[in-house]
């Protein structure tokens, strides 16, 4: 009879250590299982926010090669106001992204430009401010375009005592858009069109030639197409003055 009991207990022993592996197991699993859900959904997420991202940066480069280029005199100024709510409105929602600023850089420093006067100084110190975010963000970003942008931003507004415009500085940073991308059309034409201002038509030649021959980008296109055309007639103004500097 002890036997019996003995075997008994001992059967209960084994089913009890069992049923606690069993339970240790599932619970083992399901911890797994949660973590693979989270780590998908997180990942998928993550995707569709980039997806997300690229689609609304993608919007706000086409609007602005509209505004920038197809506009003109109030109906222009009207559509960079609300370019620049947009862009302001992206910079909230991505404040971490540093194309984003970047592309809020180029539509306040484009409206400063084509707005003109004092009144325009504003938008290029906000412009400033959003390049130098963009760099500190990520330097790389849209190819080193932000180093361009500022340079570019440099080299146009008016200097010390009313703004910050500096040729030296604009050089640097004109420059350091060209290591980050040096066979970029943007990133030569601008360079070369502050080699023509310094009336260093030669060097102003070359990249002038670089950018001509860079295809047309396919998520620019409109842009790009400007783009060229201010390309050839700096390029044939370029022409001009080498042309009439050898004749002496």
Same mark, same amino acid.
């Given at each position: 009879? =002890?036997?019996?009991?003995?075997?008994?207990?001992?059967? $209960?022993?084994?089913?009890?250590?069992?049923?606690?592996? /069993?339970?240790? !197991?599932?619970?083992?699993?399901?911890?797994?299982? +949660?973590?693979?859900?989270?780590?998908? =959904?997180?990942?998928?997420?993550?995707?569709?926010?980039?997806?997300?991202?690229?689609?609304?940066?993608?919007?706000?480069?086409? #609007?602005?090669?509209?505004?920038?280029?197809?506009?003109?005199?109030?109906?222009?100024?009207?559509?960079?106001?609300?370019? +620049?709510?947009?862009? #302001? !409105?992206?910079?909230? @929602?991505?404040?971490e992204?540093?194309?984003?600023?970047?592309?809020?850089?180029? +539509?306040?420093?484009?409206?400063?430009?084509?707005?003109?006067?004092?009144?325009?100084?504003?938008?290029?110190?906000?412009?400033?401010?959003?390049?130098?975010?963009? +760099?500190?963000?990520?330097?790389?970003? *849209?190819?080193?375009?932000?180093?361009?942008? *500022?340079?570019?931003?440099?080299h146009?507004?008016?200097?010390?005592?009313?703004?910050?415009?500096?040729?030296?500085?604009?050089?640097?940073?004109? $420059? $350091?858009?060209?290591? /980050?991308?040096?066979?970029? $059309?943007? @990133?030569?034409?601008?360079?070369?069109?502050?080699?023509?201002?310094?009336?260093?038509?030669?060097?102003?030649k070359?990249?002038?030639?670089?950018?001509k021959?860079?295809?047309?980008r396919?998520? =620019?296109?409109?842009?790009? !197409?400007?783009?060229?055309?201010?390309?050839?007639?700096?390029?044939?103004?370029?022409?001009?003055?080498?042309? !009439?500097?050898?004749?002496?």
């Amino acid at each position: 009879m =002890s036997k019996v009991f003995d075997f008994n207990l001992k059967m $209960k022993e084994l089913m009890m250590k069992n049923l606690v592996s /069993n339970k240790r !197991k599932l619970f083992s699993m399901n911890k797994s299982f +949660i973590t693979l859900l989270s780590v998908l =959904s997180f990942t998928f997420s993550s995707q569709i926010i980039a997806a997300t991202l690229d689609e609304d940066v993608q919007q706000l480069s086409d #609007n602005w090669a509209h505004v920038n280029f197809e506009l003109n005199d109030d109906i222009q100024e009207e559509a960079f106001v609300n370019l +620049i709510e947009q862009a #302001n !409105k992206l910079t909230s @929602s991505y404040p971490e992204k540093a194309k984003v600023w970047a592309w809020s850089g180029i +539509i306040k420093s484009s409206f400063a430009g084509a707005s003109g006067g004092l009144g325009a100084l504003s938008f290029a110190k906000d412009a400033k401010k959003d390049f130098e975010k963009a +760099i500190e963000l990520n330097p790389k970003a *849209l190819a080193g375009s932000a180093f361009t942008s *500022l340079g570019v931003l440099y080299h146009k507004v008016p200097g010390w005592p009313i703004a910050f415009g500096d040729d030296d500085d604009a050089e640097v940073l004109l $420059k $350091k858009g060209l290591e /980050n991308n040096p066979h970029g $059309k943007i @990133s030569n034409f601008f360079y070369g069109e502050f080699l023509f201002d310094e009336r260093k038509y030669h060097q102003a030649k070359k990249h002038l030639l670089v950018a001509k021959q860079v295809p047309l980008r396919v998520n =620019s296109l409109l842009a790009d !197409k400007y783009r060229q055309a201010e390309i050839e007639l700096l390029l044939a103004q370029v022409e001009k003055k080498i042309a !009439k500097s050898t004749k002496r």
